[in-house]
């Protein structure tokens, strides 16, 4: 049989779970996204600073509990389009979730990597001129879970739209009609 059940307690070590087991269980509930805060926005010149704020990667969190200041390097073009991104990374050497800026170009900002090992989730797209930051655009996906995150919502759902939900991809966002809500 191929059953999978959980959490219990242990009883001399019978019931041993990973991290993997805990993620795959709230990979059906917790989308990834911000559940609030970690808006990007300009200070001056080429510094920027990200609010204070929870996300969700893959059922992994990060919170930012003070407001963490970047810097973008200046562009050698016109204008270059930068992304600032939300970077998990499930290598044995890391094991972490960290802020990560990648440089784009004139015409195109790059695009966030999703690998196995690697997942990033875009906050802003920056553009970046010779004198600093043009102009910052505010690409975070915003996320309601339950508990702290603003209470869990019953909607009604077609039996199409939970086959969808209830399938392992960590890169599609679902969207529910909100007239469909209880």
């Not at 910052?136 to 996906?141: F, G, Q």
């Not at 086959?163 to 909100?178: F, I, Q, S």
């Given at each position: 049989m191929a059953i999978t059940y959980g959490f219990f307690d242990s009883d001399e070590g019978d019931r041993l779970y990973s991290a993997a087991d805990l993620t795959d269980y709230f990979l059906r509930l917790i989308p990834d996204g911000v559940a609030g805060g970690l808006e990007v926005t300009k200070i001056s010149g080429l510094v920027a600073q990200i609010s204070v704020g929870w996300a969700?990667?893959?059922a992994r969190w990060v919170n930012i509990s003070a407001p963490e200041t970047?810097?973008?390097?200046?562009?050698?073009?016109?204008?270059?389009?930068?992304?600032?991104?939300?970077?998990?990374?499930?290598?044995a050497s890391a094991r972490n979730i960290s802020?990560?800026?990648r440089e784009g170009t004139s015409t195109s900002p790059p695009i966030p990597v999703n690998t196995e090992i690697i997942a990033e989730r875009p906050l802003a797209r920056v553009t970046v001129g010779a004198e600093g930051i043009v102009d910052?655009?505010?690409?975070?996906?915003i996320v309601q879970g339950f508990g702290a995150f603003g209470g869990l919502r019953?909607?009604?759902i077609s039996p199409t739209a939970y086959?969808?939900?209830?399938?392992?991809?960590?890169?599609?966002?679902?969207?529910?009609?909100?007239a469909l809500e209880v």
């Open positions: 969700f990667i893959r970047i810097s973008f390097a200046a562009s050698a073009e016109t204008q270059r389009i930068d992304r600032v991104f939300l970077r998990l990374n499930l290598a802020i990560v800026i910052i655009t505010d690409e975070r996906v019953l909607r009604h086959a969808a939900l209830t399938v392992k991809d960590p890169n599609t966002l679902y969207v529910v009609d909100p």
